[in-house]
């Protein structure tokens, strides 16, 4: 079983950057497809961006498309998610999930349904 930890949230001013990571522990990280989610307060868990399980695709939503980035350390096993052009909007908790997954295909997955681990999620505040 795979553990997932995040760190690096925080409250940040509009326009500024933060730098989430996710922890992985258990299995590698190349055992699993990868995705960010978030959830603010009264709404429900909306996909920021994934990734395939090597690496090799990635996708994000349209609202965060061009300043948000995912990457990956396979040696540190972990995950990250590079926001930059902070709004207001992007303020929610952001959960990073994974997905066990041995197709031979370049798969990533957009819903939350769709993954088998979550983190407990790390807070991000953009002030206006």
């Known amino acids: 079983q795979v553990h997932l930890v995040e760190s690096g949230g925080g409250l940040v001013q509009a326009g500024g950057s933060l730098r989430l990571s996710c922890d992985v522990s258990?299995?590698?990280?190349?055992?699993?497809?990868m995705g960010w989610f978030r959830q603010a307060p009264g709404k429900e868990r909306e996909f920021v961006g994934a990734m395939s399980r090597l690496g090799g695709r990635t996708v994000y939503a349209d609202s965060v498309k061009g300043r948000f980035t995912i990457s990956r350390d396979d040696a540190k096993n972990a995950l990250f998610l590079q926001l930059n052009s902070l709004k207001a909007e992007d303020t929610a908790m952001y959960f990073c999930?994974?997905?066990?997954?041995?197709?031979?295909?370049?798969?990533?997955?957009?819903?939350?349904?769709?993954?088998?681990?979550w983190g407990q999620g790390t807070q991000v505040t953009v002030s206006s």
């Open positions: 999930a994974a997905k066990v997954d041995y197709s031979m295909f370049i798969l990533v997955y957009t819903q939350p349904q769709e993954y088998d681990y």
């Open positions: 258990g299995r590698t990280l190349n055992n699993y497809a």
